[in-house]
């Protein structure tokens, strides 16, 4: 499966934007699909992953209640609407997919490339 992450750039604090992740080649249908970030200096850390039918979704604490996950199966896309953004949440945003969730295996098979997401205070 390949895929393209798309939706980044600059905002201020408050701010929000929304993350595009397009999946092509296998089924898409049969895929947890998830975000992930890199900070500068940090290393990479699980945002949040929906599962292939998008009835399950899992988010990290530091983007509860901010961050919302979704899947869109006619356009193979998964969004990430991200709401209220903080400086901290600057960082590089990578899709990914895999074939179990990331708490059953965190080793996600297949990224796309990044988004880069900043944030000024």
């Known amino acids: 499966v390949q895929l393209q992450a798309s939706g980044g750039g600059l905002v201020q604090a408050g701010d929000s934007l929304r993350l595009a992740c397009a999946a092509s080649g296998r089924i898409f249908s049969r895929y947890y699909i998830g975000w992930f970030r890199r900070a500068p200096g940090k290393e990479r850390e699980f945002v949040s992953e929906?599962?292939?039918?998008?009835?399950?979704?899992d988010y990290a604490d530091s983007v509860k209640g901010r961050f919302t996950i979704s899947r869109d199966g006619t356009k193979n896309t998964v969004y990430l609407q991200m709401n209220s953004l903080k400086p901290e949440d600057t960082a590089v945003y990578y899709c990914a997919a895999n074939f179990v969730g990331y708490k059953a295996n965190p080793a996600y098979v297949y990224w796309g490339q990044g988004t880069l997401v900043t944030v000024s205070s």
């Open positions: 929906v599962s292939w039918s998008g009835e399950s979704t």
